[in-house]
T-cell receptor
């Protein structure tokens, strides 16, 4: 089975800190995604990547950046954390861009609290 | 543009009762439709998907959904609820063409509670 691993389950940071959320997948998937999940708002796409060093903005990229130096790893960066970035962050991967009828594989999520 | 509307943020049923979770989509191109489930403290996992072909799709754990193009709906049903079905359910839409290629759009989710 595909495994998508997020480095931390819970994270507490202070306002203004630089925060790194790490995600690794083990099935050679081309596409990787970062979503933010908030109660009543569902999942909102922050950024996605369809190849190494490639990235595309999602619906809510402001305040975030990403890095994909290796195919298996996709990092989400909060340059200067703010309290409104307190949320559950979900990483996902899928096989390739052309196969948009294929399912996403999700990690278990990182619950980030910014104080 | 594509979007998903899930009617009802919370649904409660008794064990053994019919489960019906509603999803309507908006898409200017033929859609691919998905239902995902999220159990507490876990990521999302795929329940079922519609791509092409048969409009009644069967998924895991006894769930099924029917694609109705005329109603732009993809409602999720299960004949008899089980306590283990308690979770949050997300409907999603994607497409293989246009500017939204490769992206999956999610609804806001429906929390299903099952009473004993």
């Amino acid at each position: 089975d595909v495994k998508v691993t997020q480095s931390s389950r819970y994270l507490v940071k202070r306002t203004g800190e630089k925060v790194f959320l790490e995600c690794v997948q083990d099935m050679d998937h081309e596409n990787m995604f970062w979503y933010r999940q908030d109660p009543g708002l569902g999942l909102r796409l922050i950024y996605f990547s369809y190849d190494v060093k490639m990235k595309e903005k999602g619906d809510i990229p402001e305040g975030y950046s990403v890095s994909r130096e290796k195919k298996e790893r996709f990092s989400l960066i909060l340059e200067s954390a703010s309290t409104n970035q307190t949320s559950m962050y979900l990483c996902a991967s899928s096989f390739n861009l052309a196969a948009t009828n294929e399912k996403l594989f999700f990690g278990s999520g990182t619950q980030l609290s910014v104080l | 543009a594509q979007s998903v509307t899930q009617l009802g943020s919370h649904v409660s049923v008794s064990e053994g009762a019919l489960v019906l979770l509603r999803c309507n989509y908006s898409s200017s191109v033929p859609p691919y439709l998905f239902w995902y489930v999220q159990y507490p403290n876990q990521g999302l996992q795929l329940l079922l998907k519609y791509t092409t072909g048969a409009t009644l799709v069967k998924g895991i754990n006894g769930f099924e959904a029917e694609f109705k193009k005329s109603e732009t709906s993809f409602h999720l049903t299960k004949p008899s609820a089980h306590m283990s079905d308690a979770a949050e359910y997300f409907c999603a839409v994607s497409s293989d063409r246009g500017s939204t290629l490769g992206r999956l759009y999610f609804g806001r989710g429906t929390q299903l509670t099952v009473w004993p």
